[in-house]
């Protein structure tokens, strides 16, 4: 089946550090990939969409400068998490789906991120 | 904005009894999923509703979508310590995903 790889798996980071997190697609294509936040006994919350080549969207209250998306190839997209605070400590989980209309998201490792 | 309600939050039940959870949306959806995660793990997928009035099964597993495609529901018969973590719908608008809240199953063995 479809498989997609998070990197890395855990990151801790002191304050105000950047931190940067990838989400590969290995075996399909993906034009979108889709970045989630989990807090711990919490649903996933959308943080933005990534489009290939272009912008990503993202959803509201979602910091686009503290929250930097790249899709530069159909199988990577990376989040970097800039001027991390204990408060950005949380699980991001990226996802991805084949260009197939209502295929489902799968879903990558997570990245469990601590900011100390 | 989209917004897919789901209840319960927890549902602690002996094994061997059935479980249910629900999901209910204020607009109709194009499909709805369903995602299983275990504690410490990522969501996996189980299953796609898409038709109106669907009802889909996984062994013990039944998954149904609304005549209105507003609502669904996933019951599992005679739960089993292995049904343990957290079950997720999610809507799908134009192809963004948002997820319910979640219901968190513990099964007393």
């Known amino acids: 089946g479809a498989v997609v790889s998070q990197h890395p798996s855990r990151v801790i980071c002191k304050s105000g550090t950047s931190v940067k997190i990838e989400c590969r697609s290995l075996d399909f294509q993906a034009t979108t990939m889709f970045w989630y936040r989990q807090f711990p006994k919490q649903s996933l919350m959308l943080m933005a969409t990534s489009n290939e080549g272009s912008k990503a969207t993202y959803e509201q209250g979602v910091e686009k400068d503290k929250f930097l998306i790249n899709h530069a190839s159909l199988t990577l997209s990376t989040l970097t998490v800039t001027s991390a605070h204990p408060e950005d400590s949380s699980f991001y989980i990226c996802s991805a789906r084949s260009t197939e209309f209502g295929s489902p998201l799968h879903f990558g490792n997570g990245t469990r991120l601590t900011v100390t | 904005g989209q917004q897919v309600m789901q209840i319960p939050q927890y549902q602690h039940v002996q094994e061997g009894e059935d479980f249910t959870t629900y999901c209910n949306s204020s607009?109709?959806?194009?499909?709805i999923q369903w995602y299983k995660q275990r504690p410490g793990g990522h969501p996996v997928f189980l299953i796609q509703?898409?038709?109106?009035?669907e009802v889909k099964k996984q062994k013990r597993l039944t998954f149904q979508f609304g005549e209105a495609k507003k609502n669904s529901s996933l019951h599992i018969t005679a739960t089993q310590t292995t049904d343990v973590g957290t079950y997720f719908c999610a809507g799908d608008w134009g192809g963004k995903l948002i997820f319910g809240q979640g219901t968190e199953l513990s099964v007393k063995p």
């Open positions: 607009t109709t959806l194009s499909n």
């Open positions: 509703l898409v038709k109106s009035g």
